[in-house]
């Protein structure tokens, strides 16, 4: 059966973003898939992480994909520091991927910014990371967003290095499962960009865990034009904040842009955003009353965590002890 590995760094709260671009896809890909979700705690410190705080949003992260659907008995879910096969492989591959491969990630160049040495050493290996996350359990397919496709380019690349320079078929060439177009979800306070765990203004995204009226608050005060909304979809180029509100309605709804624009283009914001309003609080207020009672107590979370560490950890094992014969390193015998 093929085999689908993905997950979201416990950076801050998780948002609409996540769900729609990323959660609401595993959730479907239960079906047809092992699958096998982390959250990926080791990629989040290549940042600075309060360790406090890390460990609670660590928690808040994993009641996200369960409030969201992902099954602990259907697929495999902790976190990742909880098996050590993540940061041994990703070692393996620092010494597989070349140099100059990882200077053309160009996520690496937009997370440093200008002060690029002082970014962290682990800033400029995640691919590495990331392409051990994946191969650690010899997963063929990963669900992508724009976003993750070079990072995921790199890791057919050092499959295929690997399996070359040792002259052995250990790894698979994993495949991208191409997310649907409007998965990409914008700030609610500037169009240009994208809802994100880090921005510093909470009104810019709808987090997972916000109430009603906190999600109603927010959307009203999301930033439009001044112009009624277009009555074809067309009409929403160069209209950025149009086009966000008009795609999230459409991806709650599970319609086009079109029918939403069939049903509401020439209306004015106010009553689209009521209606939107009414209809996010539809879809994410049992999702945030669910993480809410989850992180009520925190036993039950720690105990899936602890469950899926377990399984994670037995894929991987088969997996390492391949690698590290293959590699020459000297193990028990
Ligand atoms: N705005 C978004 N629209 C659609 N998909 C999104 N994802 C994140 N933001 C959006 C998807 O969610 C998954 C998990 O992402 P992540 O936590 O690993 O990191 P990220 O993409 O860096 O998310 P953030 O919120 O922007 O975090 P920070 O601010 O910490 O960098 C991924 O599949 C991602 O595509």
């Known amino acids: 059966r093929n085999r689908v590995f993905s997950g979201a760094q416990p950076t801050g709260s998780m948002h609409l973003g996540n769900y729609l671009g990323a959660f609401r896809n595993w959730v479907r890909l239960q079906e047809d898939y092992e699958c096998i979700y982390c959250?990926?705690?080791?990629?989040?410190?290549?940042?600075?992480?309060?360790?406090?705080?890390?460990?609670?949003?660590?928690?808040?992260?994993?009641?996200?994909?369960?409030?969201?659907?992902?099954?602990p008995q259907k697929s495999?879910?902790?976190?990742?520091?909880?098996?050590?096969?993540?940061a041994e492989l990703a070692w393996i591959?620092?010494?597989?991927?070349?140099?100059?491969?990882?200077?053309?990630?160009?996520?690496?160049?937009?997370?440093a910014g200008k002060n690029r040495e002082k970014a962290s050493v682990g800033l400029y290996v995640y691919p590495d990371l990331m392409a051990a996350d994946i191969l650690a359990y010899k997963a063929t397919h990963v669900p992508v967003g724009e976003d993750q496709k070079q990072h995921l380019e790199l890791t057919r690349d050092i499959a295929l290095k690997f399996n070359n320079d040792f002259g052995?078929?250990?790894?698979?060439?994993?495949?991208?499962?191409?997310?649907?177009?409007?998965?990409r979800v914008m700030s609610l306070r500037d169009g240009a960009k994208k809802m994100s765990k880090s921005d510093p203004s909470d009104a810019s995204r709808l987090n997972l865990t916000d109430d009603a009226d906190?999600?109603?608050?927010?959307?009203?005060?999301?930033?439009?034009?001044?112009?009624?909304?277009?009555?074809?979809?067309?009409?929403?180029?160069?209209?950025?904040e149009a086009s966000n509100l008009v795609g999230i309605y459409a991806a709650l709804a599970d319609l086009s842009q079109?029918?939403?624009?069939?049903?509401?283009?020439?209306?004015?914001?106010?009553?689209?955003?009521?209606?939107?309003?009414?209809?996010?609080?539809?879809?994410?207020?049992p999702i945030s009353n669910e993480m809410s009672r989850?992180?009520?107590?925190?036993?039950?979370?720690?105990?899936?965590?602890?469950k899926g560490a377990e399984k994670a950890a037995a894929l991987a094992r088969p997996v390492m002890e391949e690698v590290r014969a293959v590699v020459g390193l000297l193990g028990a015998r």
């Open 258 to 285: 079109a029918d939403v624009l069939a049903r509401h283009g020439g209306k004015e914001f106010a009553p689209f955003k009521k209606d939107l309003a009414d209809l996010a609080v539809a879809r994410l207020a």
């Open 39 to 71: 959250v990926v705690d080791l990629h989040a410190i290549t940042v600075w992480q309060e360790p406090a705080v890390l460990i609670q949003q660590t928690r808040e992260a994993a009641a996200a994909y369960i409030a969201c659907g992902v099954d």
């Open 294 to 306: 989850l992180m009520r107590d925190p036993a039950e979370i720690d105990a899936v965590l602890d």
């Open 93 to 111: 591959f620092n010494c597989v991927a070349r140099i100059g491969w990882l200077n053309r990630m160009t996520q690496f160049k937009d997370k």
């Open 168 to 183: 052995r078929e250990v790894f698979p060439i994993v495949e991208p499962i191409i997310q649907k177009e409007g998965a």
């Open 76 to 86: 495999i879910l902790f976190n990742q520091s909880r098996v050590a096969a993540h």
């Open 214 to 240: 906190r999600i109603a608050l927010k959307i009203r005060k999301a930033k439009t034009d001044p112009l009624p909304l277009p009555e074809d979809a067309a009409g929403l180029a160069d209209r950025p």
